[in-house]
Structure formats: C-alpha cells, structure tokens
C-alpha cells in the first residue's frame, strides 16, 4: 500500500501454484511495500491449479496462461501501459534459463529464483542474452538482502576488520533428513531430482547461499575448494549434505558446511569472518543482531532498526521500523522487490543496484561445478575460476 | 498480493501521514496478505501533508479529505460497491473515541490504535456505541498477535501450567530517557503532553501493552494492583516509567514494570509466567522462540512456523513460513488485519475472532485510572474492577 | 595448593555436616585457593555425623567437637600456633549470632553465612560485638564476590552510567514450589521453620541476596518499599516468595522480586540498572559476562578473565583464568575467602577488605524488617532506615 | 579440603614455576576437592623461580628439585609413607615423554598434560612404558572432564541420536592473532617454537582439545581426514590455524576447525553432531547447558547440576552444586584430578577410569601427524591408522 498504484511496476509470475513454496513468499514479500503488482501469471502445468490460484489472486481469467510461453507472448502484444514490466521466475531450476532468456528476448525484466541457471555454461549463456537485452536481471538471493549483511559488508569494506583471515559460513537444515517424511513432499521430490534441480542437490539449493553470502559479505573470490559430499536417504541419487574447504584469492581461507539431513535444525545460516583487526558474526534466524569482535575491545552487538547507533546507510535503509521491533525474511525479500523495482523505474538495465544478479548466479554455478568436480576428485584442490567474477 | 481485489476489504484511514511512525506500519503491515484495500484517507490536518501522502498512497483526489467529518460523510453516501467498509484510526489518543463513534454510527467498522480511549468512562460509551452499531470494532494490542503468544495462551489454558503463581510483565524502552534528543520529536511530543494522550503517558502508551499481554496469555483479570510511577526528564508532564505490583481475581500475583526511560533499551516486551506445574517466557525482540520449563523435565524451546513441533492451531495459523525463517512484528499485525478482514466478510459484529477489541479497550482503560488513582493514594492497593471484563 | 600451609589461615567450622549443603560448599571453595585450612570442627548435632563428617575431613579426634560452646572452648586454650583463628559459622539461621558473638569474644574472627542475624536488633548487638572485639567479622554474600559484581560496581562509580534511575533485581528459585517434593527434605524444612530460619522464609534466604546486591551494585541506600509476599504450599508458615517495589535515598525507583515456588527455576539472580547515560545487566547463571548499554551506542558484552580488555583491577583480580574459561560459583565463594584470609594475616580488624561484612548484615535485617512490616501495612510506602548504612 | 589429608594421593610437579600457566591451573583444581595433596615439586630450571615457587606452595626446601632427574631419584627413595605418589608433568610438550617414561619406570604415577608427546611413535613408546609399568597414566584433556560432555557421550551412546551423520568441532582462539603482543610472551614462545612444541602448533595446542572431543562425544574413530593448515604471523613456523575435513570409520563426516589467529574469540570450542533421530549441542564457554534437538520435537537444553532433571549418573557426579550454580574450567580438572586420585587409591594400572589416558593421546598424536601430511599431501584424503584406538 506503501506506493501509488500508478508506480507500481507490473509484474508476471511464472510458477508458484499450490503446492509451491516459494512462490507464496514472494507474493506476500512483494506486497508488503506496493512497489510491484501482479497482472499475470502461469502458477502451474496443472489447468486447476493455474487457474485457481490465479483466481484467487485476483487476475482476470485472460491473463492467467496456459503455460509459459503464451504468457511470454500474449503480454508482448498488449499496450504498454498495462503490459507486464518484469517476470517472476519461480518454478524448478531447470526452467530458470529457458523462461529468462525467452523473456528477456521478449523485453521483460526478469527476476529469477536461483540457482540462476543448471550449469556454469547455461548461466553464460544467459549472460549474454542479458547484456544483449538492455533489460534488467534479478537473483533472488534474499540472504543477501538483510541490513544486518550489508552493514556486516560495509564494515569489511571500511577495513574494520583489517585483512581477512577466515571465513566460516554454514548453511543446515534438518528436512531432508528423515527419508519416509519426505515421500510426497513435492518440495523435496523436485530438488532431489537430477532432471529438475541440476547436478547438486543440497549444494545447488543452498550451499549457494552460503557460498554468495560468504563472497558478498568479505569481498573476497574464492578461487580454490576441496569438498566432501554426502547422500544420506536410501534411493536419492543428489547430494543432501556437504562440508568444503575453501581458499580465496585475497589470501583468506576457511569452510563452508550445507546440510539438508542435519535433524532438528530448522534454517541455520550463519557466517564469521575474521581478519586481523577484528571479526564479524551474523546468524539469519536472528537476523537483526550483528556481532563485532575488535582487537582489545568488548564485544559490541549491533542491532537493525531505521534509529540504531553505528549502522550505515545501507543497513538502515533496509529497515523499516525503529529497533527492537523484529523484521524477518519477508521483509528481506521485500527490500530485494524494492530496488528491483526502483531499477526499473529509472529505466537501468542489467544488474539492478542492490540486488543480486548474473553475477552471483555465475559464481553460484562456478560453486557448484567446482564442488561437484572436487567430489569426483582424488586431488585436494579444484580452482573456481575468478573470471566469472567482475 | 495474496487475496483476490475483489475480497479486500475497502479501508479508510484517519491519521498517517508524513512523520507519523504507526500509521506506515499499519499500510506496510495491511499490504502484506493483501486482505484490505485502502480507499479514501484523512491523513493530516495540514493540507500538504495531507495531499501529498494520498497522492503517494495511489488515491483519487477526491478520496483525501480535509478532515475526518468530511472523510465519513463522503465515503457514507458512495455507492456501496465502492465505498469504505473499516476506518482506521491511527491519530493521537484523544481522537480515538470520537472518531470511532462517529464511524460506527456512520455504518463503518473500526479499527483503532491503542489506548481505546481517555478514560474508562469515554470506553464504555465507546463500548455503547460498538453494541448499538451492529459493527465490528477492533483495537492494535499488536503484540496479541504475535503466533508464540498464541501457544503460551493455549497451553496455560490447557492446564500445562497448572495454577498459576506469578505473573511478570516488563515493556522497556529508552527513547524518551534523553531530554535534549526528543525535543522537536513529533511522536515524543504528543505523547507526553496530556490534552493529546490523556492522563498518562508510558502507562497508556506502553503499559498497557504489558497489561494486556499479562491478562491475554494468563486468562487472569487483575483486580488490585499498587504503582509506583515517576517522571524523569524535567518539564515532562506525564509518568515516562513506572512498577507496579499486580493480584490477579483468581490468585496470581506479579509485577508489571514499563519505562520509556530506560537508556539503552529498544522494545523490550517480556512476560514470565510461572505455576504450579511449568513456566512460560517470551520476549517480543525474538519473538520466535517461547521458552517453556516444566516440573521435573529440561527447559524446552518452542518455535514459530508452519511446520514446527508442538504448536497449537492457531500459533500454526499466524505463522507464514517454515521455522527459522525469522518473522516479526509487521507480520504480527498482518496477523491482526487478516483476522479482522475476514470478520468483515462473514458479516461479524462486535469483536471479530482473533483480533483484540473493546474488552482490552475497557481493561486497557480500567488499568491506566488504576494506576493513576494508586500512585496518588498512600494505601498499598488500589481496586481495578472486574466487570470491564467478560 | 596455591598458598604456603605455613601462611594458610586456621580455621573451624560450626555446621557443615552430611545433609547439609552450604557447608560443603564453603570447603570445596576454601580449598580452591589454599588460604585457609581447616584445623577444627563441630559439624553436627548427631554425635555419628559429626565423628564421620570430622574424620573424612582429615581432623584428629579431638578437634572435632561435640558443640560449638565446646569447640570455640577448646581452641580459646590451644598454643597460639595451632589454635583456630576464624571460625567459619554454616548452622541455620538462628544460631549465626549466638556463636559469632560468643566466638568474637573468645577472640576468633567470624566468617558468617548469611542471614547476619534474626532480627535487625540482634543484627546490632553482632555489631557492637564487632566493634569491640577487634576481631574480623565476614559475612557469605557470595554473589558479590563475582568479578563482574565488582566491574559493574565499579563502573557505576565513575560514573558511567550518570545518575541512576531505576534498579529492578529478581532472584528466581523453583525448589520450594513441589510441596510433595520438599517433604523430608532438610533443606526445604529448616528454611521454612520460622524457630530456625526467622521471620521470613524467602525473602530472608535469597531476597537478602537480590536486596544486598542492589545495593552493593548501585552504591544507594534502599529507604522505603512495598512488599507483596506470597506463601504457595500448603501448611508452609513462612513466605517463600514475594515482590517488593523499592525507593532510594538517591532517588532511582525499583523492583526486586524473589522467589523460590518459580517452577523450572534454578537459580536466577539478575540485575538490571538503568542511568542517565547508560545501563548494566548481569546474570548470575551467566556471571562472566557483563552486558553494557550506553546511550547512542551499540550494546557492548564484557566479559571476565585475567586478560579481557576493559575489565578494573578489582573484576581481574577476582579471575584466574584467561577468558573463555569459565568460573562460577565456587570460585566467587574462593574469592571471598582469599580476600577473609589477606585480611586475617594483615591483622586488620572489623571489615575485611573486599568481604561483605556486618554492614551488609544490618542491611539485609533491615531490609526484612521493613519487608514483613510493609506485608502487614495497608499502606504502600514502609520506610527502611538508612542509619544501618555506613 | 573435602578428602582426608591421609587418604589424599601424594603428588609431585614438574614444570608450573611462575610465568608459566597450566601449572597453577593445576595447583587451584587440585585443591578444589583435596583429592591429592603436593609434596615435592621440580618447578622451573630457572633457580630462583624454582625455590619460590616452592616455598610459596609450603613445600620443605629438601623436597624442591633442581631438575625433573633429581626429583624422581630422590622421591624414589623416601619412604612409603611420604614419598609421592604420582607425578604431575605440564612442562612444554618435548619434556612430557621423556618424564613419563622415567616416571613409570621408577614406580610412579604419571598425570600429564598433552599432547602425550612429541610423535606418534613416541607416544607408542610411552605406551609399552605403561603397560611394562603397571602404573596410572592419566592426560590432561580437561574439556573430556566436563559433566555434560559426558552427558552428551552417554546419550549417543544410548542411541538417542540413532546413527551419527555430522559431525563439527571448532576451537576458535585470538590470542596468538596479533603478532607484536605475542612478543615477549613465554607462553606463546614454546608453544610456537618446533623444538619445544613438536611439529605442530595449533593443532597440537588445540585442534587436539577439539579432535579428542569430537572422538570421544561421538564414539566414533576418525580414519581419514584432509587438512588446510595456515601460519599468519611473520617469522612464525608452526601453524597457527586449520580446517580439516573428517571421515569416521563408522560412516560420518565434518570438520575439525581449530584456529589461534581468530581475532576477537576468547576460547571458543563447539561441539555439534547430528544423528538420524536427534541432535546435541555443546559449547565450553557455557558449559553447563547441552542442547539437543531430536526428531518432530521442541529443542531441549539439558542443564549440569547435581539435582537436574535428564541427566545421567556420569554427568551428575561431574557436579558439585545444584542447577543454576554455574561450574566451570577449574571444576572440569578438579573432576580429572578426583578420578585420578580415586583410580591411585584403588590401585588399578593402565587407565584411570573416568580419566582420559594414552589412547585418547596416541589418537592425539596419530591426529597430529596425519594433519601434518595431509597438509604436505596434494591429495584430498590421508588415512589416519585406526589401530591407535582400542
């Protein structure tokens, strides 16, 4: 309710039918400011549930589609003033390239749930459709939207923390953990499936977010890894669990842990850094707490909130309410719609300022790859080459 | 974004506009499920102001009124597909009850910021008001809406407590401690001058926070209680903090402690409950988490989410994500407007399910005078009757 | 083991035999720093219990004595190179006066348990006795012999926190709220006999604590209160819990509250000061961390240790380790006992430096006096004198 | 002061003068329960320091030795009824071997601190000592001393975790981090010179601490580990940090994280190990809680305490005060010492039950230098030989 209607940039959603997960939480995350509105959809290959869920959303009955690509190209030939701006991209990874590419091609802004892409190759490849364009492209990396992460990142910039020497970011979760729980859990079914979700399974849902959080918050390009992965439920063939020893270019060195099969961990994310000078800790389930170690100093706990002491601009700007009042994930997401749609008002292309894109989703791919690759290896050390970095 | 336009629920607001805090927390948190539309607003007596934050909110000229008055005879006589079907009311306190009559009497239900009113006399016109009115009323005790105070009220009802003993409430906060910061501070203003916010000033403001949430999760109505207030920044003309001992109708005891000047402290709301057979603690600054001790057994952690062990309906109910996935306040009172738009379209009058009204607005009132009449009195106890309450 | 036997002070202890809790205790901390070595003993009633409980000390025969009249006889007419020099005094309640007065004129120092007396009265009798005897008298505060009670004394003192306004103090116990559980219970029992344990039940065995700490932490002078006490088992004679709002002569407003019917409770003192400038909070279950807030500031942890940046040189001295290596209970018991043996061995009479002394006594008589007078008062402020106050 | 001075085990130290650390935390754990009681001592080379250390501990001057020779040869030769008993050794790492095995052989007992020794087959070598000697070996692996360790040990090995999974251990320290302050400092010296401190810095220091843990909670035997081992402070030429990467002969895997350069960390060792069924949770620096997560139930938090609710017979007798009374580092050795003691007492040989001994230092050793290749290795995997455990 937060912006004019007539600001808002209109948007389509492919995917996030019933049964999804994630495409519920972006509706209700892109809601919270106003600064988008849905005007399309194609929520499911099922015709009752695309149509119910468009329904239900208020779409009229035209601009709710069959599939993808009529969506594509029926909203090409509408007016511009009510054509859909930008698409949303939620569905099943392996479908992440193909409707990005097309809908770039047709003009649209896109902003996509990861992994960007199934490959390294495929992710470079719609590097270039999104040079080519002129549009913008977006990367749901929601992690990378909270205060307390900019403020943490901010401070490593500002060389609070002097060089870095460590980093530690672990990323666990217990759902994937008990196999018969899992049977019929379409959430689990899809990201468990080679065909869907690509060669990584854990590492590919969110060793990626470990991984981009790590690189966002110290700056630096890991360019060597050394991994060990694990499949723990009888019968699935991707991995669920993983620990990786990572090198940065910059001279830091540390691990990264993703776990899917961890019992009793709901969605433990959490990142250290240290460096000479001092060192950072932050913890996604109580995101607006930022710990700061100093040399020969106490601890200090800096707090989000528009009103808090020693944050910086980045930080208060994606807060909305004075401290103590807790924010969450929807409103990290919501500060990704935020920019995302500020982008397109002024008319950027390409990266979206503030929001992640191409670029962690080819440093996501290179991960994966990487750490596939240093899986089937008998060698310690497998590079990730930094030229996906800019 | 998640209901369908055509079942929000039509909502005007009263209040809001630019360097208001409460009114923007309500548009962000309304936004959120997308359960009510705003329509037509009166945001500020002064006329730029006014205009300005409709225009950026997407209304038609002619729904930003000049005034409340003007606001309610308008919308009264637009045809009913169109016209307002809540008001809500987020002005300073003494606005509170004349608009809310007004409304009522005007066919419209009400949704008001806390306190309810002035005085426990202006609350029980109120009260008259919401009976003869045929309408729904409901009142922002945002912190009621919260799903882990839900689960503390569920359990204690079902005995997991057994009787209970004690009962502490604490609301700390520090931003009205430093004298020199808050002046020319709009919100510290109104608040502490008593034409604007009544008899009392951190008791109504906050206090009756921690009152309502002792009551709501205890099921216990406090019927004497013994304050001790105090006003620490010179020229202040209402209490800015204060402790109060609380007897509770059905045996407990326990204290209740709200400061506004208590340097260093952000939104510091906590409640203990202890009895016979277990123990409940929450603490609103990690609201996620509810802490519960029991006789003879380890300390348990109950959390939030969809998909969490051990929660009760409607804990499940107000929580949108799965656990560690950090929600917090603004979903806390989209928790209150869903409930509350969904009372609308059934057709419910009075209190709707689920949402706090004039019971805690009466109770609410009843407290502040209590605690006004004690700290003026040299007996220990001073009554706070009980048939403010159901 | 760390001081030389031939500097270790002698002493005896009156109480202390199996079944008993606290006298253990103080051993196993005498122990740890080797300033003191037990060389007498009259440990129980029960002729068995004292002969085993001696015996298992390593005391000859004849040193372990049928009474304390006995005892304090005996050592009064040993050579002065072996003669118990302080007697250490762990019986109930009742007899902490008669045996530190008739063990003060025989000429030994006292090292007392608390309370310091029964009745504020005694408690002044026990200190002309002091006076006259120039003898020590050290009384077993042991909360205050954490080396953050002394940090956060400390910085209240140079003012870091400017002047205070609010002091709220809570000591939480569970144990006593079974009444089925605490049958038989020796424990449970003498606490609860007003013949051995005085007017109060709780307030007199932990409010003390909660009470002397306020105090000790914030350097003011309690002056008046309003107490609501509590009794919560059947047939129990004494309070065993209870809520005090509080005054001081400096002018902050407070809360202490204890209790010992909080079910899942173990042992939970906090304190919590608020100042102009800046607040302090400490746990006790938690004691080697000191949580500072300062206006404008992020939150900042102190923590203990022989090497934590920040910390005076009265919280280093009262570690021995480095920090990250946790010490507790014991070790502020030993540091009580370090600083009781110093001052024996400088000969100092009246108050050991760094021990609570009769001072604490008289203040935590008072306090009981004024605690169980306000209970009965129907009016809301008892006043506490501050003569008992140096 | 809590045994008999005639049933306390005689002992001797070796190492421990002033400036030295682990000596003195030796001496104060030791005294804490009177299970052992000093009577001769070989303290530094350093003449001066020798006879003052000595002398302040009330030791005869015949019975202070100038060298770690002289003491075993004199004591050798005392009666029975005097001569020590057993021989405490916390000199630098080179010295340990060469004691103990000369120790043994002249009839005593032997307490070291670790690592056991410098390489794995000289730890082999200490190992026929001790059996040839039929005498007490005991290591210093204080962290193994604690109650819920144990706690968490006997609930793994209960199947409450069902199969293990995950194992992660981290040892995170600062103080060796900033090069100019570990100028001049002794402790930092030896332990960074190879000729005092073997072939391994951080890892033999700590990421022992951390690798004996992880071995001992899970019960399982790691056999293949790979290691990224780094030195960060100019002129330093062991390394002062590592990741390792684990694999348990039983089927898990993790890490071991153990770094000296962490800026800010005080001595922060974690324990996390994830199981099919559950979960636990343990960190050194609040040793006193255990959390365990389990399958679709709320997290617990297991509290240390001779009267708390859950615990094992293990962890109960690894406390000395009710819950909430917190013990700490001292506490956990004083726990190792009583063991000891009692193991001297009943005469056994080899192993001291309850007290860590020469398989948890030949896993130690065998960890060590299969570190150390793996970190000269280029491939991913070094076997760590299993037959070092029983």
């Known amino acids: 309710m937060a912006a004019s209607p007539a600001h808002r940039v209109r948007i389509g959603m492919i995917g996030g039918g019933e049964g999804a997960f994630i495409g519920e939480v972006h509706r209700l995350a892109a809601a919270l400011d106003g600064a988008v509105e849905l005007v399309c959809g194609s929520f499911s290959r099922t015709a009752d549930n695309n149509q119910r869920t468009g329904a239900r959303l208020g779409l009229a009955a035209e601009r709710i589609h069959v599939d ?31 409707i990005a590419i097309a809908a770039l091609r047709a003009g649209f802004h896109v902003l996509s749930e990861k992994p960007a892409a199934l490959s390294l190759a495929q992710a470079r490849e719609l590097e270039q459709a999104i040079e080519s364009s002129q549009r913008l492209y977006g990367l749901a990396h929601i992690y990378l939207c909270y205060p307390m992460v900019w403020q943490a990142r901010e401070m490593v910039r500002e060389g609070r923390l002097g060089a870095l020497r460590k980093i530690h970011v672990t990323y666990s979760q217990g759902w994937l953990g008990d196999g018969a729980a899992t049977e019929g859990n379409k959430q689990a079914a899809w990201r468990t499936d080679p065909a869907l979700a ?27 890894l050394c991994a060990a992965l694990g499949t723990h439920v009888e019968g699935r063939r991707l991995d669920d669990d993983g620990d990786v020893l990572l090198r940065t270019a910059e001279g830091a060195t540390g691990v990264l842990t993703a776990s899917q099969i961890s019992t009793g961990e709901e969605n433990s994310l959490e990142i250290r850094i240290h460096g000479e000078l001092g060192a950072l800790e932050w913890r996604q389930m109580e995101p607006n707490s930022l710990i700061h170690r100093e040399l020969n100093a106490p601890l200090r706990v800096l707090r989000a909130g528009i009103d808090q002491p020693g944050l910086c601009a980045e930080a208060k700007r994606r807060s909305r309410l004075p401290g103590g009042h807790p924010e969450g994930y ?19 292309s390409g990266a979206a300022e503030g929001v992640p894109g191409i670029l962690q989703g080819l440093r996501g791919m290179a991960f ?3 750490v596939i690759a240093s899986q089937k290896s008998e060698l310690k050390w497998t590079p990730l080459a930094a030229d996906s970095q800019a």
Do not use: K
């Open 68 to 98: 993808w690509q009529t969506l594509l190209e029926d909203e090409r030939q509408r007016p511009s003033e009510e054509r859909m701006e930008a698409v949303v991209i939620v569905t099943p990874n392996h479908l992440h390239v193909p």
């Open 368 to 370: 994966i790859e990487a």
């Open 198 to 224: 690509g060669v990584s399974g854990c590492m590919a849902d969110i060793g990626t977010h470990a991984f981009g959080l790590a690189e966002f918050v110290s700056g630096h390009t890991v360019n060597a």
């Open 330 to 348: 929807l409103e990290a997401l919501a500060n990704l719609y935020r920019d995302f749609a500020a982008a397109v008002r002024r008319g950027d």
